[in-house]
């Protein structure tokens, strides 16, 4: 970490407490990598509430995330450890894009509405970490094609806007092919709604 960054958390001393839940999450040879340090004090900043590194790193912490890089770089692994260091109003499940489009042809369009507004019984709208974005297919739901994760996205754009709800995303999608596979809309609305946090091309495949 650059040394001009001043607070009062112990990084190193946090990465050596993710990497011990990460072993007991993944195995023995779980490992945050020296060169993702970077990536990872961003994560650490964000979750903390960490307002002046997340200042010095242009983070704003009115936004979500969205984690991007090649595959196998460990994205994945890193959000659902940084479920143990949000604090309780910043909770957030993380849930695969696959899944959903799974969810998606057995419920229908109820299913945007699921991870939009909430289910019925929810008083509030869930914070989520939609992992894998680009990994869905454009689904077919009784004849009719739908980009699920394209509305689900749009949906909670307009409540990012009303009720500052946070979406968090991992992708391999670079902005192009997002919105290649998305549309314009989509990628301007996340313009608004996250912060982009990208691993490097050359990251390593740690699979």
Same mark, same amino acid.
Do not use: W
């Given at each position: ?49 960490? %307002?002046?590194?997340?200042?010095? =790193?242009?983070?704003?912490?009115? !936004?979500? +995330? $969205? ?83 394209? %509305?689900?996205?749009?949906?909670? =754009?307009?409540?990012?806007?009303? !009720?500052? +709800? $946070? ?41």
């Amino acid at each position: 970490m650059e040394t001009q960054i001043k607070t009062h958390y112990n990084y190193p001393e946090i990465i050596n407490k993710l990497e011990a839940k990460g072993i007991e999450l993944y195995g023995n040879h779980f490992k945050i990598q020296e060169a993702d340090y970077p990536i990872v004090y961003k994560l650490i900043a964000y979750f903390l509430k960490d %307002e002046p590194t997340c200042f010095q =790193y242009n983070i704003n912490l009115n !936004k979500g +995330l $969205l984690l991007s890089g090649p595959i196998g770089c460990g994205k994945t692994s890193l959000m659902n450890l940084m479920k143990y260091l949000a604090q309780t109003e910043n909770k957030f499940s993380v849930k695969p894009c696959r899944d959903i489009s799974f969810e998606f042809i057995q419920d229908g369009y109820e299913v945007i509405h699921r991870y939009s507004k909430g289910k019925l019984y929810q008083a509030e709208p869930r914070t989520y970490c939609f992992d894998d974005l680009g990994t869905e297919n454009n689904i077919k739901y009784f004849g009719n094609e739908c980009n699920v994760m394209a %509305e689900i996205i749009l949906s909670r =754009y307009d409540l990012f806007i009303s !009720k500052k +709800l $946070l979406t968090h995303i991992t992708t391999n999608l670079s902005a192009t092919e997002i919105e290649k596979n998305y549309g314009n809309r989509v990628r301007s609305r996340l313009r608004d709604m996250v912060n982009l946090i990208a691993f490097e091309k050359s990251a390593q495949d740690k699979r």
